[in-house]
């Protein structure tokens, strides 16, 4: 029996702002989904009971390498665009040949920060470009 277990590299997260496909990134952290929970207490010492609550989506956070020709000429666009951008992230789950498996989480959102990359004379680390999204809703 084989175990369909899959790898955190195992995903294709593609970003779009304002209808521009950026192409692909490299991590993807954030997006979490969680509830403001209500709690009862009733009485007759019964035991506390869950009311449920409305639920909340956590900032989504992507990053990639930054590429001169790619990035460079769109980084002042993406830096204006900025409180009002529209976003769309979607992070496709691929098999272990590559290929794309099943639906994707698709996040909706308004482009909240972007960082082009940090300067360090005395490093030579991969410069990247992170972009944060403030998603609407859920996850469709």
């Known amino acids: 029996m084989a175990i369909n277990a899959t790898r955190q590299d195992e995903y294709d997260v593609r970003v779009t702002v304002d209808g521009i496909n950026l192409g692909t ?18 009485g007759a010492m019964a035991p506390e009971v869950s009311l449920g609550g409305t639920t909340t989506t956590g900032q989504v956070t992507v990053t990639r390498n930054y590429r001169l020709v790619r990035d460079h000429d769109r980084v002042h666009w993406l830096l204006g665009r900025v409180g009002r951008g529209n976003v769309v992230i ?8 590559g290929n794309a498996y099943g639906r994707p989480l698709v996040y909706r959102g308004i482009l909240k920060r972007v960082l082009p990359p940090e300067h360090d004379s005395n490093t030579a680390d991969a410069a990247m470009i992170e972009i944060e999204v403030t998603p609407h809703g859920g996850v469709t």
Do not use: A, M, R
Not at 30 to 38: N, T, V, Y
Not at 91 to 97: A, C, E, G, T, V
């Open 90 to 97: 979607n992070k496709q789950p691929l098999d272990h040949d």
């Open 25 to 42: 990134f490299d991590t993807l952290t954030g997006g979490e989904i969680d509830s403001e929970e209500l709690k009862y207490k009733p």
